[in-house]
């Protein structure tokens, strides 16, 4: 199919001849995903579809209560410093975007009256700027007015490099302007062909309200109250917030949305395991919903045979990868270590990175662990379709291994573990505390074993490793082993943001908190020259390419070492409805869940 054929498909519907779902399909049929294909209708002025959850609550309220399991136990409220997924779902449930994304990659209104588009005048054909409208009457739990001012704050706020937000990256090379108390206008300093980052979705759109936070921008930013009690425009208000514990809310009364949300209190306890919250779903029925069910497929089948509940399962573009640290852990430089300023004494050699690669039996993962809620694979990035590099392959080949680290100089000695030069192939793997992780890591160490590499295993309590607590040297971010594991998400159907993890920029140190995203601390200056042309790209095809080549940069240096390609994968009972995206955190659309019966 080419450029002229997608033309007349996209002119059939928007004559009304063509459905959105048939010009999805025909997409699909030729490679193009439908989050793609969505953001193609977009830019041609076809407007999005409704969110897809068919809402039938006839009132708002009446619901009881909705009791949902984070076993990553949440720590923090405020969205912009939300390091880990656990703390962007408990953040989202008070806090909202401008917009968000569906299961099928439609960009749909939050706190935006409508999508900008080219025909309502918010997209501007140079790809420069983007004009969102704000939806009016809106209001913060405790009464204020929802305007302007709060977007360009949330601007303001994230962009200061003295905040050490998280979300920096979608901020500082912006600009925000206040067209009127409805208004704002989004201004890039280049063509910007994926404008919807700032403002959109869980990972980073969340806004905040100056009023409460305007006092503690930049190096004060930590001190603010509403980083554990927050006030948002959400459709639950707070109520209390116990850090790594409990969450209770309750129904916004004035909530934006007519007839939403259906139930009246909102339970989130954290804690525990995912076998243990599988449980209390599916067997026992004591929760309605449980989040990130990584538990092995065995298990989850036996659980399901009980006829309380059932697993939502849905295509994401999140990815299980490994991290080889080739820096140094264990040596100090200026207060922090795996410091940008040491190299790792043994991981720095790509020999000894792509020998571990080998070492990994992805296939065995895939089948006996993770099941329906996985697939193999060697890249990074996995969906869309057509930002998946074809050049990356994996092969599981101890013999190989073992060749490659043999002419590469590394020799066994009377222990078996191979040294040169008085250093030896000795490293510490650490993950979270995970059943299925805890099984990968075994898998791996065993394989390592046969090729000379000594690996000692660490589990960290997952509330701990995806922590952002600056005092705590067991987070996954500030990564003092020689080799980690976790799953990474990708909060759009586009995977710029999921890359700017390979970016030099992007670096996780001291000086920002542990809060850039990369955390390998790894970098090569045709990645970053790759990653900022794409950023620029408006030819589709061209900037799939430029994505594609950072991708491969990372993953053909072995250090990622993906896995696999990641569902979402949760517990729901019989009777909860609720609204699930691949492309956001699972509280999106928290507003929108009822139970059917």
């Known amino acids: 199919m080419n450029e002229n054929d997608i033309r007349g498909l996209i002119a059939e519907v928007k004559q009304g001849t063509l459905s959105r779902r048939s010009f999805i399909r025909s997409m699909a049929a030729v490679g193009i995903a439908a989050p793609v294909a969505s953001q193609i209708l977009l830019w041609n002025d076809v407007a999005m579809a409704d969110a897809t959850l068919a809402y039938k609550p006839t009132k708002a309220g009446g619901g009881g209560a909705l009791k949902m399991l984070l076993w990553q136990a949440p720590t923090l409220l405020n969205p912009h ?7 962007q779902i408990a953040s989202r449930i ?24 080219k025909a309502n005048g918010g997209l501007a054909a140079d790809g420069m700027s983007v004009i969102w409208k704000l939806k009016q009457g809106v209001r913060w739990h405790d009464g204020k007015p929802f305007t302007a001012d709060d977007v360009v704050f949330t601007w303001q706020y994230a962009a200061d490099l003295a905040t050490a937000a998280y979300t920096t990256g979608s901020y500082k090379d912006i600009k925000v302007e206040k067209i009127d108390d409805h208004a704002v206008k989004v201004i890039f300093r280049a063509p910007t062909p994926f404008w919807a980052d700032p403002f959109v979705g869980g990972q980073v759109g969340q806004i905040l309200p ?25 459709p639950y208000k707070f109520v209390e917030f116990k850090p790594g514990d409990l969450i209770r809310a309750e129904r916004n009364p004035d909530y934006h949305i007519k007839n939403q949300p259906y139930f009246d209190t909102i339970e989130v306890k954290g804690g525990g395991d995912a076998v243990s919250a599988a449980r209390a779903v599916l067997q026992t029925g004591e929760y309605d919903f449980a989040w990130n069910m990584q538990v092995e497929e065995e298990v989850l089948k036996r659980m ?65 662990i993770y099941g329906r809620g996985a697939i193999a694979t060697a890249s990074f990035v996995n969906a869309p379709t057509q930002f998946k590099s074809p050049k990356l392959k994996y092969e599981f080949d101890i013999d190989k291994a073992n060749k490659i680290l043999d002419e590469a100089g590394w ?31 075994a898998i791996i160490k065993q394989a390592c074993q046969k090729a000379g ?29 020689d080799m980690e594991m976790y799953n990474t998400t990708q909060p759009q159907p586009d995977p710029e943001r999921l890359l700017n993890q390979c970016v030099s920029w992007e670096i996780a140190t001291k000086d920002n908190k542990w809060l850039g995203r990369n955390n390998s601390r790894y970098s090569d200056p045709e990645a970053d020259k790759a990653y900022k042309a794409a950023q ?62």
Not at 81 to 87: Q, S
Not at 215 to 221: C, F, Q, R, V
Not at 556 to 572: M, T, Y
Request: net charge neutral; proline share 5%.
């Open 94 to 117: 008070f806090f909202e975007p401008l917009a968000g994304w569906d299961k099928d990659g439609n960009l749909i209104p939050c706190l935006a009256a409508e999508v900008p588009t």
């Open 210 to 234: 100056k009023h409460h936070f305007g006092d503690y921008i930049g190096a004060k930013s930590r001190e603010a109250p509403g980083n554990l009690k927050p006030v948002g425009t959400g």
């Open 536 to 597: 620029n790209e408006l030819d589709p095809v061209k900037r799939a390419a430029l994505l594609m080549k950072v991708d491969e940069i990372f993953c053909e240096a072995h250090v990622f070492l993906p896995l696999l390609s990641r569902h979402i994968v949760n517990a729901g009972v019989n009777s909860l409805m609720a609204d699930i995206s691949g492309w956001d955190t699972i509280t999106w659309n928290l507003a929108s869940w009822y139970r059917s019966s």
């Open 411 to 441: 020799t066994r000695g009377a222990d078996g573990i191979r040294e040169k030069d008085g250093k030896k192939l000795k490293y510490v793997f650490q993950t979270s505390t995970n059943a299925p992780r805890q099984k990968t890591q």
């Open 304 to 368: 399901e045979a009980g006829g309380k509940g059932k697993l939502d399962i849905t295509p994401s573009g999140n990815v299980e990868f490994i991290i080889l640290n080739t820096t140094d852990p264990w040596t100090e430089v200026d207060g922090e270590r795996s410091s940008v300023k040491t190299k790792h004494p043994t991981l720095s050699d790509p020999a000894v990175r792509r020998a571990i690669n080998l070492l990994i039996d992805r296939d065995s993962v895939q089948k006996f």
């Open 81 to 87: 410093f939300a390091l880990g997924t656990k703390d």
């Open 453 to 481: 590499i000594e690996i000692e295993v660490k589990a960290v309590t997952a509330s701990v490793f995806f922590s952002s607590d600056v005092g705590n040297p067991d987070t996954y971010s500030k990564f003092y082993a």
